[in-house]
């Protein structure tokens, strides 16, 4: 099932909570493995330590737990199919906010013989300010 998918959301804890589960440097590596790559935390979640059986402090100090994204690793972008490029760049765009990633696969659609919605999409982000000079990056 993971040649056939373009993202990866998942719960990944950083500290054993569940019996026997793996953590997030397992799952990273896992899917790492696998074609993918980690693109952001999109929530993280944590807990305050009980001291003398209180809690201290204000806020948790220790991140626990967070909906951890993957993508494809930049390599097996390249072997995507142009629908599928199209289709990870609408994800990136509308349920991530990650106008790079989808420049990129619309962008790599086009290459690979699919439509080029690149220059439409840059137009719309330059209307909407969203479009800044390239600072480098990778790809």
């Known amino acids: 099932m993971l040649s056939r998918t373009l993202i990866v959301h998942a ?3 950083f500290a054993p909570i569940y019996e026997g589960e793996p953590l997030f440097s397992e799952c990273e590596r896992f899917l790492r493995d696998r074609g993918f790559m980690f693109h952001h935390f999109h929530s993280k979640e944590g807990r305050r330590v009980l001291a003398n059986g209180s809690a201290v402090g204000l ?3 220790q ?3 967070a909906d951890s994204v993957f993508v494809p690793s930049f390599e097996r ?3 995507l199919t142009a629908n599928q490029l199209v289709r990870f760049g609408w994800l990136m765009h509308t349920v991530y906010s990650a106008a790079d990633f989808a ?3 619309f962008s ?4 690979a013989g699919g439509p080029d ?8 982000l330059a209307a909407t300010n969203a479009l800044s000079a390239p600072s480098g990056g990778a790809a």
């Open 103 to 105: 420049m990129l696969g």
């Open 59 to 61: 806020a948790p100090s």
């Open 63 to 65: 991140s626990l737990w």
């Open 77 to 79: 972008l390249k072997s």
């Open 108 to 111: 790599l659609a086009a290459k």
């Open 11 to 13: 719960e990944t804890e």
């Open 117 to 124: 919605y690149a220059p439409a999409y840059r137009e719309m």
